[in-house]
């Protein structure tokens, strides 16, 4: 890391201890039901077409709403609507609504299998703003990930409705493209970047796969070499352009210090800001960081109370918790990460800039960090 970049960190530790410290709630996630109409290999919330969880009523999540407007200082707070699969609720557009009504912004993450020309014009009326498609190669890789032959062609049709709504109305929908790379799609990621560019899409993300749900028992995960061949693509296409002069903005995601490539694969430095920016309410009542961040001991409560039900077939409780107050007297172990300085992070020398690697890849608060960035691209 050359000087520049090493002082921008320096500069870069003051503001995050500042908003540490401040704890604003900007961005709020909504699992909205833990159905799903795909059986992903990846999947790390295990989540299956009939679920034990009951989805959370509409009107429950609207109350936390109420709850947010009235405590939280932070006036500009994105919600992002997730699962599961969201587009198996007809509900979203109620939702939707009310978010706007709330004041704030809100958006979905889809696997596409069922959006339509219409359901999209019901969402963008909703209020919609955002929205993020999952599309890991062409239609082989796609589908070896998804597990369903009809799966490439309907996120690609997904694709093609907000592209084509974003040339006629530019940024009234931030849109993009999610793909998390394993080793059978690696090599096919110069193609597909080509692809999407042709396709129109401007802005890009690339997951890697942790083991965590279903890719916890699927051999997913990139080795050293692997990983590196990756964040290199990352590197050359956030410089690239194709033959006709046009690009696309690739951004890895927010996981993990990356050492020399800090900057490099990305816009920002790594920040893992699960519950000091980041909460979210899941489908089962529970209070939490993002949503990949499921471990017992890093839920800071429930919104039911801790008696509420969670199976289908009984009725949850009222909601009897404010998420606020759990929001504001809470989270103090994912504010302060000083717990997780053991094990190889122990003596690390990349401490104060990588504070024990994102959350979601602790399963709790004892055990070592399932892996390490620095460590995969850094060290033989």
């Known amino acids: 890391m050359d000087f520049s970049?090493?002082?921008?960190?320096?500069?870069?530790?003051?503001?995050?201890k500042s908003v540490t410290k401040k704890h604003r709630l900007n961005y709020l996630f909504w699992e909205c039901t833990l159905r799903c109409n795909l059986n992903c290999l990846h999947c790390g919330s295990d989540c299956l077409k009939q679920s034990e969880t009951q989805d959370m009523p509409a009107a429950d999540f609207i109350k936390v709403l109420d709850d947010i407007k009235l405590k939280n200082p932070e006036k500009r707070l994105s919600v992002c609507i997730t699962g599961g699969e969201p587009l198996l609720r007809n509900d979203l557009e109620d939702v939707g609504k009310e978010i706007i009504k709330h004041g704030y912004n809100w958006g979905i993450v889809t696997n596409g299998m069922l959006i339509t020309p219409q359901r999209f014009v019901s969402l963008i009326n909703a209020g919609m703003t955002s929205m993020s498609f999952s599309i890991d190669g062409f239609e082989k890789e796609h589908t070896y990930l998804r597990q369903n032959p009809q799966s490439y062609k309907r996120v690609c049709a997904g694709i093609?409705?907000?592209?084509?709504?974003?040339?006629?109305?530019?940024?009234?929908?931030?849109?993009?493209?999610i793909t998390s790379v394993h080793k059978k799609n690696l090599d096919i990621l110069p193609a597909l970047r080509d692809d999407l560019i042709e396709r129109g899409v401007k802005m890009w993300r690339i997951f890697s796969i942790f083991p965590e749900g279903r890719a916890s028992q699927n051999d997913l995960s990139l080795s050293k070499e692997e990983y590196k061949k990756m964040m290199d693509f990352i590197v050359e296409t956030r410089s690239y352009k194709d033959k006709q002069g046009r690009s696309i903005l690739l951004n890895y995601a927010c996981e993990g210090w990356l050492g020399n490539y800090e900057l490099k694969a990305r816009d920002y430095f790594f920040f893992c800001r699960g519950g000091i920016n980041v909460g979210s309410v899941m489908c089962d009542g529970s209070i939490g960081a993002c949503l990949s961040v499921r471990g017992k001991d890093f839920i800071q409560g429930n919104i039911y109370g801790d008696t509420h039900n969670k199976t289908s077939g009984t009725e949850k409780n009222e909601v009897s918790v404010s998420f606020m107050d759990v929001w504001n007297n809470k989270f103090q172990n994912l504010r302060d990460r000083s717990w997780a300085k053991h094990g190889k992070c122990k003596k690390c020398k990349q401490w104060n800039k990588c504070m024990g690697n994102g959350l979601h890849l602790h399963h709790d608060m004892e055990c070592d960090v399932a892996h390490c960035n620095y460590e995969l691209l850094h060290e033989n």
């Open 5 to 16: 970049t090493s002082f921008k960190h320096f500069l870069f530790r003051f503001y995050r």
């Open 160 to 177: 093609k409705l907000a592209v084509d709504f974003q040339k006629k109305y530019g940024n009234r929908l931030i849109f993009d493209v």
